[in-house]
């Protein structure tokens, strides 16, 4: 049983940061792919950043350049900085994890296995 826990949600105003993490439990797990999604109110889910076992990133194009998404294997854990938010990024944000290779790309919610239970963030302006 692998369990995700977010944390580091929490309210600021715009132009403000937050680094969210998310801190991986249970059975021996190695994913292949991690990621951030959101879920904004009456929206859908969608994916915010990924980041693969070799390191390598994706972004929505509009978070590029303010959010960096990271992962320190040794502590299980996956983060997102995000700097300059803006009342846009307001959501629920969860974390994600697979063991395919499958990191971004359409319907990509449905290649992640594990998710977490969400986190708050909140910009207001």
């Known amino acids: 049983q692998v369990q995700l826990v977010e944390s580091g949600g929490g309210s600021v105003q715009a132009g403000g940061s937050l680094r969210l993490s998310c801190t991986s439990s249970?059975?021996?797990?190695?994913?292949?792919?991690m990621g951030w999604f959101r879920q904004a109110p009456g929206k859908e889910t969608e994916v915010v950043a990924t980041i693969d076992s070799a390191g390598d990133t994706t972004y929505r194009a509009s978070v590029k350049g303010r959010f960096t998404i990271s992962r320190d294997n040794a502590k299980n854990t996956l983060y997102l900085q995000m700097n300059n938010l803006k009342p846009e990024d307001t959501a629920i944000y969860y974390c994600?994890?697979?063991?395919?290779?499958?990191?971004?790309?359409?319907?990509?919610?449905?290649?992640?296995?594990?998710w977490g239970q969400g986190t708050q963030v909140t910009v207001s302006s």
């Open positions: 249970g059975d021996r797990f190695s994913p292949v792919c």
């Open positions: 994600a994890a697979q063991s395919l290779a499958y990191c971004n790309g359409p319907l990509v919610e449905y290649a992640y296995s594990y």
